[in-house]
């Protein structure tokens, strides 16, 4: 079965930091790329950032470019998003998707869908 399995939520202040991690099972990992999603309450769901692995290309929203640093370990199959210098913002559940990178997909293409979602991660920023 494919599992995104998305975890590092949590509550913390404003001006601090999380580390969210994005576990995946159940397809060619180094075949996907692998974004991340947030949607805040009252709001649509927005992207956050996306990694490429095969080129070596990131994505970032600018509401969190210099602030959020997305990695990967495929090694673990997993992907991680660091976010730093957190708003209260940046409050809203975080979820992790997979689009297979075969025919094409770039992360600037994220709006043509994703083949994978994961159950997402609360974050909450007090100001």
């Known amino acids: 079965d494919v599992q995104l399995q998305a975890s590092g939520g949590g509550l913390v202040q404003a001006g601090g930091s999380l580390r969210l991690s994005c576990a995946a099972s159940g397809f060619t990992f180094d075949a996907h790329a692998i974004l991340w999603f947030r949607q805040a309450p009252g709001k649509e769901r927005e992207v956050a950032s996306c990694?490429?692995?095969?080129?070596?290309?990131?994505l970032y929203a600018d509401s969190v470019k210099g602030r959020f640093t997305i990695s990967s370990d495929n090694a673990k199959n997993t992907v991680y998003l660091q976010m730093d210098s957190l708003k209260p913002e940046d409050t809203a559940v975080y979820y992790c998707?997979?689009?297979?990178?075969?025919?094409?997909?770039?992360?600037?293409?994220?709006?043509?869908?994703?083949?994978?979602w994961g159950k997402g991660t609360k974050v909450t920023v007090s100001s």
């Open positions: 990694i490429n692995d095969s080129d070596g290309s990131t």
């Open positions: 998707a997979a689009r297979g990178l075969a025919p094409w997909f770039d992360c600037s293409a994220y709006t043509l869908g994703m083949d994978y």
